[in-house]
């Protein structure tokens, strides 16, 4: 008997039955069906792309990138629901690359159009226009979208499964599939006689696959409480494997040291004293840098920093002022969008309107992930064998087999857990690398580490950019808004690595945070523009929504600061009208943290809202004046995902996200000098700490949408507008740049 692990190395069809877009059987949504990418061996049995049977039980198939945001517990207890099993009895594996595990969550993102606006007959296209996923091979862990990919594909999977080995019960005893029920893990008739599903699972391979209706939600059991996390134990004690601590027989250490100029290249190296070092076996060059390998990870990260290298400096801008030059000059030129024009926002402003302008800028920022970048690649000569904690593992799987010269089908990809990812473990360098010198070492396992400065020194960062906005209120309200931004693309960086090209047209990503927010101003328009600069820029936590959250929800403050109008109040005047699921969201917040609209001598109180990835979310920070300094005192949060499925795990990614949002806005930065980054590690590139983080954090999930939306990652947007506005409440002082903690004097 093998193991599960050996089942996701193959391909197999049961029959004449294929599975589209990792559903289960019969649910066909594109005319050519994707293979189901699990194969069994004797005794093992594959009921779906989800759903793998042994004799030691039931084992739930996730192919999404488990970062530490549960979604390993959440898809198995999606599947569990309908299998009337207890998710702890389920094994969980990662599973293989294979397009049947194309991500079906991100259709909807493609219009360019406000989530909270979209149309019944828009959803229902999204859902078809997802399956270019599957063309595109998007097996891809982002965008806040597993949940949204998962919802109906597991329970579907689950009850598909269910309903097959019910049928090879009822051929088995002799009785109609409807006399039976399931409980525990076993198909139960009405004499009482029990068959496990494993006792079933042979019989059931062979069966035409079921294709049930789900459960009523009032039947739920599952979805809705929260659940015990799949990961907790292993992590807790030690014996998680995550990418960095895999280890096998014979493996060897290198660290890799890339030219630390933007864009550079290497002319030549020196390695004699890295070779003097012991534990220390030989240099390797990798094109723009060199990997040291050793028989331990310190002598190697040692030898790394020995070699001698002569580096090319790259052809991008040098200084941060000469790179922010630029994305002002982007300004100057033709806007890439207009995704936001309603009204007349270059018309006389009415008599008595009061004109509100700022300009604002945000930083670069490394998505800092807890496990530093790493991959273990073993290459065979005819085969290669690579572990990479990615969040793409189809195209992570192509370019290792392009870096040693053979077809895909001959990689195989082992997808580990992973030290935190934020959008950074999406890009496939360093896997890439770890391929490339896998091929020079044929035969040996070899380990290529990176550091935290080789990590935060190569990032693919959150882009820079500069927010200019012009607006009027009048009467208490706002008439008019009009909002430019510039900066570089995350989006058609992502994709151009990913998919080998970046689409033309308005980039919705550069502008949303900004131009999909739910406010009914009469004159409004938001224009976004591009900047070619050249630095490495990428999705980071939340994209575009990270910066201009920022920007669009202090502007709102400066304006309801200039109306005269208490800055929750102003808000809601213009969103009630617009979306009441958004304004909910806000009334919430609101009462949670019993808003006044004034705050004592001393307290500082700040309100930020942000609609995105489809879920409205509101922050309230308290911010109070000690003598060691300025202190998060207080924060709260409330939003709507849809449907809260595991409500614990739902307020932990509300919790980390604003305080991923909050270490972002106090303290982090990437400055350039010499046409390198700056930062290095955590001493220059700080993070809120616990002991300054908020003392308490009150978090409100409501359940108003018709649909479920994601959670990974809303919660990041409107912290550090709220953070900003509470110091304005605070200190009269408006912070118009990042990070705050250069302006403030901050409790440390």
């Known amino acids: 008997m093998s193991r599960i692990g050996k089942i996701a190395r193959r391909t197999f069809l049961i029959g004449s039955a294929a599975v589209v877009g990792g559903v289960a059987f019969g649910v066909y949504v594109a005319r050519k069906p994707a293979p189901n990418p699990l194969t069994p061996e004797d005794g093992e049995v594959a009921l779906n792309p989800f759903v793998v049977i042994d004799e030691k039980g039931v084992t739930i198939i996730v192919p999404k990138a488990e970062m530490g945001q549960g979604v390993q517990t959440t898809w198995a207890t999606l599947a569990a629901e ?64 597993s949940m949204v990919d998962g919802f109906d594909k597991m329970r579907q999977a689950g009850a598909s499964a269910r309903e097959t080995l019910k049928e090879a019960a009822a051929q088995r005893l002799g009785v109609a599939r409807s006399k039976l029920k399931t409980e525990g893990g076993a198909v139960i008739a009405p004499d009482g006689t029990r068959l496990t599903y494993v006792d079933l699972a042979l019989e059931a391979a062979v069966l035409e696959p079921e294709t049930p209706r789900l459960r009523n939600p009032r039947d739920w059991k599952l979805i809705g409480q929260s659940q015990p996390r799949h990961d907790q134990a292993p992590k807790a004690t030690g014996t998680a494997q995550f990418s960095i601590d895999v280890r096998l027989p014979g493996m060897k250490f290198a660290a890799l040291k890339r030219n630390p100029h933007q864009g550079g290249t290497m002319a030549g190296f020196d390695d004699t004293e890295a070779l003097k070092l012991p534990g220390v076996e030989k240099v390797v060059g990798l094109g723009d840098g060199v990997a040291v390998i050793a028989n331990n990870s310190w002598s190697a990260m040692q030898g790394a920093e020995a070699v ?27 806007a890439n969008s207009t995704m936001l024009e309603r009204g007349d926002v270059t018309a006389p402003l009415p008599e008595r309107a009061v004109e509100v302008t700022a300009e604002y800028s945000v930083p670069y920022l490394s998505h800092a992930q807890m496990e530093p970048l790493s991959a273990t690649a073993l290459f065979h ?98 008439v008019m808004l009009d909002g430019r931004i510039a900066g570089q693309s995350a989006t058609a960086s992502f994709m151009k690595i990913l998919f080998g090209f970046a689409p033309s047209g308005p980039d919705k990503g550069h502008v949303e945070g900004a131009f999909d927010q739910p406010y009914g101003i ?72 019993n808003w006044t609209g004034t705050t004592p001598e001393g307290v500082g109180r700040g309100v930020g809202f942000c609609y995105s990835f489809g879920t409205p979310v509101a922050e309230v920070i308290e911010v109070q004046q000690t003598d060691a300094g300025i202190k998060i005192a207080k924060a709260w949060i409330a939003a709507d995902p849809g449907r809260a499925i595991d409500p614990q795990n739902v307020r932990a990614q509300l919790f980390g996200g604003m305080a991923y949002g909050l270490s972002a806005a106090l303290h982090q930065q990437i400055t350039f000098a010499d046409g390198a980054a700056e930062q290095q590690n955590f001493y220059d590139y700080d993070a809120i700490r616990m002991h300054t983080m908020p003392e308490v954090v009150d978090i409100r999930i409501l359940e108003n949408g018709h649909r479920i939306s994601g959670i990974g990652e809303p919660g990041t947007p409107p912290a550090a507008s709220a953070l900003a506005n509470a110091l304005y409440d605070l200190t009269g002082v408006r912070a118009r740049r990042l990070p705050l903690a250069d302006q403030f004097d901050f409790a440390i």
């Not at 980071?540 to 669009?552: E, K, T």
Request: hydrophobic share 40%; charged share 25%; with cysteine.
């Open 308 to 334: 001698v290298i002569d580096w090319v400096k790259g052809t991008h801008p040098e200084t941060t002022d000469e790179i922010y030059a630029e994305i002002a000059r982007a300004m100057e030129g033709e």
């Open 82 to 145: 309908e299998l009337d099993m207890d998710p702890a009895d389920l094994r969980i594996e990662h599973g293989p690359p294979g397009k049947a595990y194309y991500n079906r969550g991100m259709g909807t993102q493609l219009f360019p159009t406000a989530d909270y606006k979209l149309s019944g007959w828009q959803e229902t296209l999204g859902g078809y226009l997802s399956v270019a996923g599957k063309l595109l091979d998007g097996q891809i862990t982002g965008g806040s979208t």
């Open 381 to 478: 000569g005819d085969r290669l064998e690579i572990w990479s904690g990615n969040q793409a593992p189809i195209h992570s799987r192509k370019v290792a087999a392009e870096e040693v010269g053979l077809e895909v089908e001959a990689v195989e990809m082992h997808t580990t857990l992973m030290g935190g990812g934020f959008g950074r473990r999406g890009f496939l360098d360093f896997t890439r690398y770890a391929a490339r010198l896998a091929a020079k070492m044929p035969g040996e396992p070899v380990q290529l580490l990176w550091s935290r400065e080789e990590d935060m020194g190569h990032g693919y960062y959150r882009p820079g950019a500069i927010g200019s906005f012009r607006g009027a209120v009048k009467d208490g309200r706002a």
């Open 522 to 593: 009469p004159n409004a328009r938001i224009r976004g523009y591009l900047a070619d600069v050249g630095v490495p820029v990428g999705p980071w936590r939340s994209v575009g929504s990270s910066v201009n959250a920022f920007f669009f929800d202090s502007f709102l403050d400066e304006m309801a600061h200039a109306a005269g109008t208490d800055p929750l109040a102003f808000r809601l005047d213009l969103m009630r009208g617009e979306d009441s699921r958004s304004a909910k969201v806000l009334e919430a917040v609101g009462d949670a943290c």
